[in-house]
């Protein structure tokens, strides 16, 4: 199937699921603006987990960038829904269905970032949920590693996917996902 039709199918897919009763997915009357401004706190938060880590580093303690880096994943993946005309409304489970049905829509233009956001979605999800609600020092220099090097990846496929629906130009900085420094410093 080509990547146009597999788009399609995604539309099809997305439409299906917000007519389902209590759907947390809801049409978006502007999406190409809800879009990019997603992908520009996606950005803001990347940016904040980057000014964390050496301080993280010092303390051993690697919640904080890693909570960070997950909300920047669950923006962007809320910016390439936005860009399909989409939004998560917020609530139980509303977290899973952003990093679901972003999956299922990269998979199309970006199987690579697809399949990768598939197989960290639940792991990542959960640690979240732990270090977020129910203890401090969940996570480890390898947790927040993981979730860096799936995010360079992840990312740029939603913005790429961003940009092309959307046609709009991108925030400052967009195209830049990069982590090597922020992996050097975690070994």
């Not at 580093?57 to 960038?65: H, L, M």
């Not at 669950?74 to 998560?88: E, H, K, T």
């Not at 970032?113 to 639940?122: F, K, Q, S, V, Y």
Request: charged share 25%; hydrophobic share 45%; proline share 6%.
């Amino acid at each position: 199937m080509s990547p146009e039709a597999e788009q399609q199918a995604f539309r099809r897919l997305l439409a299906d699921e917000a007519a389902k009763d209590r759907s947390l997915l809801q049409p978006l009357a502007r999406p190409a603006p809800a879009a990019l401004q997603a992908i520009g706190l996606a950005r803001v938060q990347f940016g904040r987990a980057k000014r964390e880590l050496p301080g993280a580093i010092q303390a051993s303690d690697f919640d904080e960038p890693y909570l960070s880096v997950y909300r920047s994943l669950v923006s962007g993946c809320n910016a390439m829904l936005a860009a399909y005309g989409y939004r998560i409304r917020g609530g139980d489970g509303s977290h899973f269905e952003t990093l679901r049905l972003a999956a299922l829509g990269l998979a199309a233009s970006s199987p690579k970032a697809g399949t990768l956001l598939e197989t960290i979605r639940e792991p990542v999800r959960s640690a979240r949920n732990e270090a977020e609600y129910q203890r401090p020092g969940v996570t480890t220099a390898a947790d927040l590693r993981e979730i860096l090097d799936a995010v360079s990846v992840i990312l740029p496929g939603a913005v790429e996917l961003v940009s092309q629906l959307t046609g709009g130009p991108l925030p400052v900085g967009a195209d830049d996902w990069s982590v090597a420094d922020l992996l050097d410093a975690l070994k």
